[in-house]
């Protein structure tokens, strides 16, 4: 069955200097598509080189094998004459079709920041789209999500990792809350994947019971099913996790390759 993986991370540590990855466990120094049966695929900014951003596009450009799309590495505190200049870099490779500044514990703050919001509205100027990655569960964070986007219904965003869902059914009312308040969102999307991150032993009815919320909650059309390869093999290897999904979904393939499809690769 086909799919798109809107969600992968490629890296060469003899290429790239990835100061985060040093200090993971069992992840390669390696990691090209060779293994992926994807059709087609969205690199997210792996830190290859966060001064010079535009290095990895170029990096990928010579290394990708598939139909690929990439989320280029972004500094949301840049002032605006060089936030504009990583712009033009990036729209030198027209596979560059978004940006990434993980959010996470800063997101309130950077979200209160003129500069950072000014930086992204000219990132959707630029006509990029933007990847959040940021804890759903904190109900400040997702206030002000929603305050931002009803105020600029131009700003496409895409929710990362589904916004770090607690995999426990019973822990999970805060993020349930703020999953309900995004989905009133018209623009935005959210990517269900990186369960592993939460649980290198993650069950599979924990990571559907996520996904069917996001599901029941943002509608068939504004979920995306996604990896995180290769930290998913922390639990499993990427076929066993992609037979699973698209046979569990076998019946909405708008979860695994349409919605990825229309959302990164609308020119192709």
Not at 70 to 78: E, G, K, R, S
Not at 89 to 94: C, D, E
Not at 227 to 242: E, F, G, H, I, K
Not at 245 to 251: E, G, I, K, S
Request: charged content about 20%; glycine content about 4%.
């Amino acid at each position: 069955m086909k799919f798109i993986d809107p969600h992968i991370h490629l890296w060469d540590t003899d290429q790239g200097d990835y100061h985060w990855l040093h200090n993971s466990n069992n992840l390669p120094l390696q990691v090209n598509d060779s293994a992926m049966t994807c059709e087609a695929y969205v690199h997210v900014e792996a830190g290859f080189d966060n001064n010079q951003p535009w290095r990895e596009l170029g990096w990928l450009e010579s290394v990708a094998t598939k139909p690929m799309r990439a989320v280029a590495t972004l500094d949301l505190t840049l002032f605006t004459a060089p936030f504009v200049e990583s712009l033009r870099h990036y729209a030198k490779y027209t596979f560059c079709v978004g940006g990434r500044h993980i959010l996470d514990n800063d997101a309130l703050d950077l979200l209160r920041n003129p500069q950072v919001l000014n930086n992204l509205d000219t990132l959707a100027q630029h006509g990029y789209l933007f990847e959040a990655q940021f804890d759903v569960a904190d109900q400040a964070v997702v206030a002000r999500v929603c305050e931002l986007l009803q105020a600029k219904p131009d700003w496409q965003w895409v929710i990362n990792h589904a916004g770090y869902p607690v995999l426990s059914a019973v822990e999970q009312e805060q993020w349930c809350a703020g999953i309900h308040c995004l989905s009133k969102i018209p623009s935005l999307m959210v990517k269900c994947s990186g369960f592993e991150m939460q649980d290198k032993d993650f069950a599979w009815e924990d990571a559907l019971r996520v996904i069917d919320h996001c599901i029941a909650s943002f509608g068939e059309n504004r979920v995306m099913l996604a990896s995180n390869y290769p930290l998913l093999t922390w639990r499993m290897p990427y076929n066993q996790y992609w037979v699973y999904l698209t046979q569990a979904y076998a019946d909405r393939p708008e979860l695994y390759y349409d919605n990825a499809k229309r959302m990164y690769f609308a020119n192709t």
